[in-house]
């Protein structure tokens, strides 16, 4: 373990922080919304083995939450996750009130444009992948890390930073890790919270519908993308506590929609499961191999 973990609320004080640390100190950023889970926190490991310094950033972003969206209700318990950022060896994280972020002269915004901001999560949620790049933009250049960390669960979230690191040539790394899962297969995430102990057990449908996407993909289903939409549809439409909002098979990078079964490939689900609104996928690389994502044991009883 190091030094005390620095606790910071301002961008002056991560500054000062930062102009502290030697030159040559390699800094990763690790950004959250809080409600810290094992996915978050295989980020946070990852981020401590490669760099000197771990920055975790702790911010429920309101701009890139819809008007009717869960902003008000979003998960938050700071005192828990700075312990568990405590015991993970974090040197500084950064929770920032959203007036800090936000003053009332802000006017500056990040636009991504084009399918890969409009179509999927975009569609469903206008507007969120323009708050997205802009807190991110505004993260790195608060914290100037050299390596920055996300999560391959938000596949969408990870292609628009990508672009948005490559369009503006931001002089950042980005290392995406795999998409963490609860012993059933369930994707990690805060808003699993929501859930009640029958909409926990029903949630499990959309990682059970992305491997019947997943098989129908390798047998090679005639009619191609569209039948593996149909298998994964058939799936989420045969729980009851589940209603999809898309099911879609598309490149990874543009996000264009595949009009034939090939690499690379990701095959995408949305779906309401009572109140939370719940995302997962897998991605077929390139070079033919899939990632699924980890499962991590069940806890010894
Ligand atoms: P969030 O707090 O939901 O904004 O997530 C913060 C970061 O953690 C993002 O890069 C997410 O993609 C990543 N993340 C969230 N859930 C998981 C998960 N189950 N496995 C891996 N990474 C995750």
Redesign the pocket.
């Known amino acids: 373990m190091g030094e005390a973990m620095d606790v910071i609320t301002t961008v002056r004080e991560m500054r000062r922080l930062r102009s502290g640390w030697p030159a040559l100190a390699s800094v990763g950023l690790?950004?959250?919304?809080?409600?810290?889970?094992?996915?978050?926190l295989?980020?946070v490991r990852r981020a401590r083995a490669d760099n000197d310094k771990v920055v975790v950033s702790i911010f429920v972003n309101p701009i890139q939450f819809g008007a009717h969206e869960d902003l008000e209700r979003y998960p938050r318990d700071l005192s828990r996750d700075l312990h568990l950022l405590e015991e993970s060896d974090v040197d500084a994280v950064l929770v920032p009130t959203a007036s800090e972020m936000y003053p009332p002269t802000f006017i500056t915004y990040v636009e991504p444009s084009g399918p890969l901001a409009s179509e999927a999560e975009g569609a469903s949620r206008p507007g969120h992948f323009r708050g997205v790049a802009t807190v991110v933009l505004k993260l790195f250049n608060i914290v100037q890390p050299q390596q920055a960390?996300?999560?391959?669960?938000?596949a969408q979230?990870?292609a628009v930073i990508k672009a948005l690191v490559a369009d503006l040539n931001l002089p950042v790394e980005l290392v995406i890790?795999?998409?963490?899962?609860e012993p059933d297969g369930l994707?990690?995430?805060?808003?699993n919270s929501y859930l009640s102990p029958e909409g926990r057990r029903a949630a499990t449908v959309l990682y059970r519908a992305l491997l019947a996407g997943k098989a129908a993909y390798e047998q090679g289903v005639s009619d191609g993308p569209a039948g593996v939409v149909r298998v994964m549809r058939e799936i989420v439409a045969s729980e009851p506590l589940a209603r999809l909002e898309y099911a879609d098979v598309r490149d990874p990078e543009t996000f264009q929609p595949l009009e034939t079964l090939r690499a690379p490939a990701l095959l995408l689900i949305a779906a309401f499961v009572e109140a939370a609104r719940l995302i997962d996928n897998v991605l077929l690389r390139a070079d033919g191999s899939w990632e699924t994502?980890?499962i991590v044991p069940p806890l010894a009883s």
Request: glycine share 12%.
């Open positions: 690790v950004p959250t919304m809080g409600y810290l889970h094992e996915g978050h295989s980020l960390y996300f999560g391959q669960k938000d979230q990870v890790m795999p998409t963490v899962r994707a990690m995430s805060s808003r994502g980890l």
